[in-house]
């Protein structure tokens, strides 16, 4: 199908399961706030621990993927975040609860560097870039339908949410298990170790750029509906709000990603991270349910842009036995700006005001995008080759996305 393997189609399937039941972490602060009774500041501390455990999901996943396969790693993954989600739920103290919430973070992000790298093993490098993107397609589809439905769901009961997002988690693993073979290169002599990334460094200054938006970015989930709340808008008007989002990337990027390969990777990247803090700063204009439209169609061009020229450079600079490392190293940066981003967005917001946080988001998204802009040697790196010797012949015959383009 669109020319790419099976394998992607039912690991797309799956993930597109997943996130129509990816209640929890959309409603969290609005879950502690209401049903448990926290503030604003406790509620964003809690939620900001999600971000804490996500943090070592990305390292800690990326070597079960390349050291007990890529089935595997999502297969536990799947199953025991699936546990936790439900112990979240059923948890009632404040320590419970803060006990919770960061291994929940841990377990069900482990999956992720096992994903992507097993779409870079069956997906070949020209087609890598519109893999990506069609992932994250069917990802945002399942956001769009969930941050809809979360609020009728909540409605019915807090614990549905819990219970449902732990249900279609388990989907996923079992699309896993009845249809993904084990994609990790049996062929490939494994002489490379996992804390290679963080000492290769062209990709850690990639890395480093893209947690300055994903600090940006992370204020969507927290912060975000933290200031709406606070502006006087609703858990259904927030929920029906952030469905744009997705909506928008359901009908834009299968248009990027048709036309992304015509052009410099790190200046995709450049821009999608100005129009990120762009979209963003928008909103310390906010006073209505517009503003914050507004600044969200903005910030939603920014991600689809990343979103998928992102994880196809990573796996062009990967060598093929350390795929879900580089992954993971890469998602690492994603966890880590989940930690910092929501209390330090909950911090300024409480102290010096809405203005001061989405100004700062405006600030960091344009020193990322000129970053990206100096640090040119990624966007072209497929001389990736040069830097592992004997990974040309996974390559052999791939133009790596970026090589020639306008």
């Known amino acids: 199908m669109l020319g790419l393997p099976r394998t992607f189609w039912i690991l797309w399937t799956g993930a597109l399961i997943n996130r129509l039941g990816g209640f929890v972490i959309i409603f969290l602060p609005f879950y502690l706030t209401r049903a448990r009774g926290y503030s604003t500041a406790q509620a964003g501390l809690i939620a900001s621990l999600w971000g804490a455990g996500a943090i070592g999901a990305g390292p800690l996943g990326g070597f079960l993927a390349d050291r007990f396969g890529r089935r595997a790693t999502m ?49 070949p490098a020209a087609d890598r870039t519109r893999a990506y993107g069609y992932l994250y397609w069917a990802i945002n589809l399942g956001v769009a339908a969930a941050s809809v439905t979360a609020g009728l769901v909540a ?7 819990f219970a449902c997002d732990a249900g279609t988690t388990l989907v996923f693993g079992a699309l896993v298990l009845a249809g993904v073979p084990e994609t990790r290169p049996a062929s490939i002599e494994r002489r490379g170790r996992a804390t290679e990334p963080y000492r290769d460094r062209p990709f850690l200054a990639f890395v480093a750029i893209q947690l300055l938006v994903a600090i940006v970015y992370w204020q969507c989930n927290v912060t975000l509906a933290l200031d709406m709340e606070q502006h006087g808008i609703s858990p259904k008007q927030f929920g029906a709000i952030v469905a744009l989002n997705g909506l928008g990337i359901v009908v834009l990027q299968p248009f990027f990603v048709g036309v992304a390969g015509r052009y410099r990777r790190h200046r995709l990247l450049a821009l999608s991270a100005l129009l990120t803090g762009l979209g963003f700063g928008v909103n310390a204009f906010a006073g209505g349910a517009a503003v914050y439209t507004a600044g969200l169609a903005l910030w939603t061009i920014g991600e689809i842009g990343w979103s998928s020229v992102g994880p196809s450079i990573v796996a062009d600079l990967s060598p093929p036995e350390l795929r879900g490392s580089y992954q993971g190293a890469y998602q690492l ?33 344009t020193l990322a995008a000129a970053l990206h802009l100096l640090d040119s040697r990624r966007g072209d790196r497929g001389r990736a080759q040069e830097v592992h010797p004997g990974a040309g012949a996974d390559r052999a015959g791939s133009r790596p996305p970026g090589v020639g383009e306008r």
């Open 75 to 123: 297969l536990f993954s799947t199953v025991t975040g699936a546990a936790m989600m439900i112990a979240l739920g059923l948890a009632r103290t404040p320590l419970e609860i803060a006990a919770c919430v960061p291994v929940l973070g841990l377990l069900s992000d482990l999956y992720r560097p096992a994903v992507g790298a097993a779409i870079a093993d069956v997906v």
């Open 155 to 161: 409605d019915l009961g807090w614990w549905l949410l």
């Open 333 to 365: 940066a994603w966890g880590i700006a989940g930690c910092v981003g929501p209390p330090a967005g909950t911090l300024v917001l409480a102290r010096l005001g809405p203005t001061a946080l989405w100004g700062g988001c405006a600030a960091v998204g």
